[in-house]
């Protein structure tokens, strides 16, 4: 149950901090509540990487290391993306290539190929056994993340050549699920465990083996990483219901 203490993740904290400090500064629409929502992102970076979490995730418990992957993929960025403004937004798309990363069809297919492969065996013990290779596979799931999330929120996808319109958003979340499904339902499934460096690892309870291990990872997967792309899909759901149930009245006072 120690925590980590690793100045990098620190380092790496301030200057987002500071970076969105300043762009915030830049830009007339920046609200308090963006700066909250910033931080809350920064929090939940923190509480993945600088807590028991990650100790126990790297070397004990895989299902503890894919709650850390979930914090990491999904949870953080879109708190990290409702910091942002519509302005500031603007000011990130003209830095040159995060336009076209972050348009639907690109950061639908970088954000499953992210997921997909950095749980393949070969690479997932890489990251456990090399701490380059976890920080790298670390920053691919945040910035995978980050690009999911961006078509999907108001503030962001404004500044997208193709804006999605409700129902599209709805079933771009809804493929967005699938890259998780099939690692979480091949982890769930398997009777065999994937990753032998869990397998090794020293079991902190009795008769909870690498293989109940895997299935609870798997689950943690499925039903946890569906939490935020289920809020933003209830979000954009409700609010095209109101749109149209506002545009039904309209009509209805006009007659």
Do not use: C, N
């Not at 993929?73 to 995060?98: E, K, N, W």
């Not at 499953?112 to 065996?121: N, Q």
């Not at 690009?147 to 404004?158: D, V």
């Amino acid at each position: 149950m120690s925590w980590p203490f690793d100045p990098t993740v620190y380092a790496g904290l301030v200057v987002l901090y500071f970076g969105h400090a300043l762009l915030a500064r830049a830009v007339p629409d920046a609200r308090r509540r963006h700066t909250l929502y910033f931080l809350f992102g920064l929090l939940t970076i923190w509480l993945a990487l600088e807590t028991p979490i990650d100790t126990i995730g790297d070397y004990y418990l895989d299902s503890v290391h894919m709650l850390q992957h979930v914090l990491l993929a999904f949870v953080a960025p879109p708190l990290l993306l409702l910091g942002l403004s519509r302005d500031m937004a603007a000011i990130l798309v003209r830095i040159p290539g995060v336009r076209a990363l972050t348009e639907p069809v690109p950061a639908q297919l970088i954000a499953a190929v992210v997921m997909v492969a950095w749980h393949l065996p070969v690479l997932y013990e890489a990251t456990l056994h090399a701490e380059s290779i976890h920080i790298v596979e670390h920053l691919m799931f945040i910035a995978s993340g980050v690009l999911l999330y961006w078509p999907i929120l108001e503030a962001t996808a404004a500044h997208a050549r193709w804006r999605m319109s409700a129902g599209a958003k709805l079933v771009y979340m809804l493929l967005a699920t699938l890259p998780q499904d099939g690692v979480a339902l091949a982890l769930i499934f398997s009777r065999v465990p994937f990753y032998d460096f869990y397998v090794q690892a020293p079991r902190l309870i009795e008769g909870y083996t690498a293989l109940i291990d895997q299935t609870i990872a798997g689950a943690a997967l499925m039903i946890f990483g569906k939490v935020t792309l289920g809020v933003a899909a209830a979000v954009v759901f409700f609010r095209w219901f109101g749109v149209e149930h506002a545009a039904d009245r309209a009509g209805v006072l006009t007659l």
